[in-house]
């Protein structure tokens, strides 16, 4: 089974600061990767994918991966309370043609 | 307005009894799955569709069936057979397999 590892946090940071979100994958061949946002209750929301190397922006939000290190992480710019979250990354699997979910991050903004 | 909708809300369930979880989307994705979530935990795939009248089991698939008569409905059967029913339940669906997911609002699945 593939592996999406990310730190369950909280991840707490104040109003205005950057919030780094970051996972770890297993699969090599993984070519595509996706960041949700998920409040408590409600279901995921697709805020980012990026599918090659380096960065991409959104807003701000800034997605970055390095293939190398298996590693893609998620920028949250001028962050705020409605930031407050959980973050869920997720990885396309190869093999099996499907996307593994890590555990997610809890993000907390505080005014 | 395009989107998944998923009823009901909220599910009770007794004790030996089977409960149909509804999932209709009119984005005209091909694909559509069926996750559970459990608190503090990711999601996990019990089965998914790539096209009508096929469908494949996911990780966590024992306990549950699925339908795909329709494109756009795939409505999800949790069985007697699943001992352990109480979750957060999502149905998604994608362009094409294993593509950007788009989910509905979730169905709350308890055990009475």
């Known amino acids: 089974q593939k592996e999406v590892e990310q730190n369950s946090g909280p991840l707490s940071v104040p109003e205005g600061a950057i919030a780094s979100l970051n996972c770890t994958y297993s699969d090599r061949g993984s070519q595509s990767f996706f960041w949700y946002r998920q409040y408590s209750g409600k279901s995921p929301e697709l805020i980012m994918s990026i599918y090659s190397n380096g960065d991409k922006e959104d807003g701000r939000f800034t997605a970055q991966l390095n293939k190398a290190s298996q590693y893609v992480s998620l920028l949250i710019r001028d962050s705020q309370p409605s930031d407050s979250a959980t973050y869920l990354c997720a990885v396309k699997d190869t093999g099996f043609q499907k996307l593994v979910f890590g555990t997610g991050t809890r993000l907390l903004v505080s005014p | ?112």
């Not at chain 2, 998923?6 to 091909?30: A, I, M, W």
């Not at chain 2, 998914?48 to 699925?66: C, M, R």
């Not at chain 2, 057979?81 to 950007?100: D, H, I, M, R, V």
Request: proline share 4%; with cysteine.
């Open chain 2, 1 to 112: 307005d395009g989107g998944i909708t998923q009823s009901p809300k909220y599910l009770f369930r007794k004790e030996g009894q089977n409960v149909t979880l509804s999932c209709e989307q009119n984005l005209n994705h091909d694909a559509m799955y069926w996750y559970r979530q459990d608190p503090g935990q990711g999601l996990r795939l019990i089965y998914y569709s790539q096209i009508v009248n096929d469908f494949q089991k996911g990780d966590i698939a024992e306990g549950y069936s699925v339908s795909r008569e329709k494109k756009e409905s795939f409505p999800l059967t949790v069985t007697s057979a699943q001992k352990n029913p109480t979750a957060f339940y999502l149905c998604a669906s994608s362009p094409g397999l294993a593509e950007k997911l788009f989910f509905g609002s979730g169905t709350q699945l308890s055990v009475l």
